[in-house]
């Protein structure tokens, strides 16, 4: 197996393992067609992480000396093309500064192993057989090759999922969207999380429908607040997230799960279930709420947070009575989701990057949240074992406003618990901190201190 040299450290290591392999086709070392080691195997052999030799192999794929396969690796292409030399294409000393702002606000996969895997997809894409398809008009629903890959992709929770009840959608909030506007009129009562992922609200209000948020305990929604609540008003639907809610990572265990679909069954109304993140689930025995209640669920899940932003692609699975009136709004509102982006979708499902690129993505939080426990010792706050976010609730005298404010003024850019309240309600203590967005661990350790030093200072009115 290569291992490289490296002979350069006073520069980030993805830059030093570039040169190495660039020195090392140079020198006949390495020939034209031998194949690299991948991501993990050299990772392993250089103490680092995945994600810094999938930056070295995307630097070394800019400069035009490997070429990553979908499915088959990285291999080498040849010698280093003429021009600039690698040490004038260094950053300088104030590009390799910590960023002014690091973001902690929003929810993504990190980025580190991303963009070598996306070239190899793209170039595959661009000479698949399939490529002229993705070009033209797509039927009602979608193409079915690209249902099929999106049942493929559910039947991971849904194991019974078959193409035919997949919709396909222009990501997560598309898919939201979609859902609610089919499914509901203007006025009806949508009922979700007390605390619940702020473009739920915006829809809601967007949409002409009325809000409410169902109390919560550490799994979720709690049944006996949601029954209540269904007494008072026969709600038209219930928005919900069972697995790493966001913001307070909550997951309902199996018995909550059943609960809360018989009060459905009881009532009479539709569940959407907000599966984004269930792919982050520490149980695998943890059953989507949906499948508790088949007939009145509508599944949402996507590509976007386990695999890649840019994957805008969403999936509805539906009971076969709701089908017509979901694909209408999606015809609606977009006409139909990019069919290019969907091959895209399809060919990362079929060639099993998807789950790779989701054991790395598990892995990589699972080492944030050990992180983040460290730092926060003796601090309340909640979490699951590999998700991409956690939820910390700030001690007298912080309000999350106040905090919130004053670690942006610190460097930190996090949400307030304010942001995610159904209903305005009293102040909220709680503050949602991200740990994938940063792109290394140091940054994410750096961000981390910042904020636990911010809340044990003695008078926070100093920061002002």
Known sequence: MWVPQLNELNQPMYLSIADALGRDIASGVLARGDRLPTLRELAQALEVTPGTVSRAYSEAQRRGLVQGEVGRGTYVLGAQKPGPSAAATLPTSAALRRPELLDLSIIKPSGESLEHWLRGALTHLASSTDFAQALDYAPDGGHPAHREAGAQWLRHALPEAVWQQVVITAGAQHGLMVAMGALTG???????????????????????????????????????????????????????????????????????????????????????????????????????????????????????????????????????????RLSAMVRSSVWMPSPLTAQLATNVINEGLDQTLVRLQREEAARRQAMAREVFRGLSLKAQPHSYHLWLELPEPWSADEFSTLARAQGVQILSGSQFQAERDGVSRGVRVVLMSPTSQDELHFALTQLASLIDSPDPRRFY
Do not use: W
């Open 186 to 324: 203007c006025n009806d009562l949508i009922l979700c999380e007390s605390l619940c992922y702020p473009g739920i609200i915006s829809l809601a209000h967007s949409l002409q429908r009325r809000l409410r948020g169902v109390a919560m305990d550490e799994e979720g929604i709690i049944p006996a607040a949601l029954r209540e609540l269904c007494l008072q008003e026969r709600p038209k639907m219930l928005v919900c997230v069972a697995t790493c809610q966001n913001p307070t990572t909550a997951t309902m265990s199996h018995k909550r799960r059943a609960e809360i679909a018989a009060i459905a069954e009881e009532f009479d109304f539709l569940i959407l279930d907000d599966d984004i993140y269930g792919f982050l689930a520490s149980d695998p025995t943890l059953r989507p709420l949906a499948s508790y209640a088949p007939d009145r669920s509508v599944y949402l899940t996507s590509l976007s947070k386990s695999v890649l932003p840019a994957l805008r692609i969403g999936y509805l699975y539906s009971p076969p009575r709701l089908l017509s």
